[in-house]
């Protein structure tokens, strides 16, 4: 069975910084697509950012990038998503998610797991 736990959300004033965390258990991030989504109050689940299993491809939403940083920890089998600069725009609850055979990597039906989502809360 496969688990992705996410942390690291919380309360942050406009133009600082979270990490967010996404633990797997049962798979091995390194050969699986991981997403990072979000998803605000009365809005669709939008996409953030996406790391390839293979090769390590980086991918990210117009609206995050240059701000956010996708990486992982293969020996800790982590994904994170470093968030800087954060604007109140950015408050929602943030998922990440993994896939065997993703493409596109912004189209959330394509990911197969689900963590259970983290806050995120920018205040202005």
């Known amino acids: 069975q496969v688990q992705l736990v996410e942390s690291g959300g919380g309360l942050v004033q406009a133009g600082g910084s979270l990490r967010l965390s996404c633990a797997a258990s049962?798979?091995?991030?390194?050969?699986?697509?991981t997403g990072w989504f979000r998803q605000a109050p009365g809005k669709e689940r939008e996409f953030v950012a996406a790391?390839?299993?293979?090769?390590?491809?980086?991918y990210y939403s117009d609206s995050v990038k240059g701000r956010f940083t996708i990486s992982r920890d293969n020996a800790k089998n982590t994904v994170y998503l470093e968030m800087n600069s954060l604007k109140p725009e950015d408050t929602a609850v943030y998922y990440c998610?993994?896939?065997?055979?993703?493409?596109?990597?912004?189209?959330?039906?394509?990911?197969?797991?689900w963590g259970q989502g983290t806050q995120v809360t920018v205040s202005s």
């Open positions: 790391i390839r299993g293979t090769g390590g491809v980086r």
């Open positions: 998610a993994i896939g065997d055979t993703v493409a596109p990597v912004t189209s959330a039906n394509q990911y197969d797991y």
């Open positions: 049962g798979r091995t991030f390194s050969i699986y697509a």
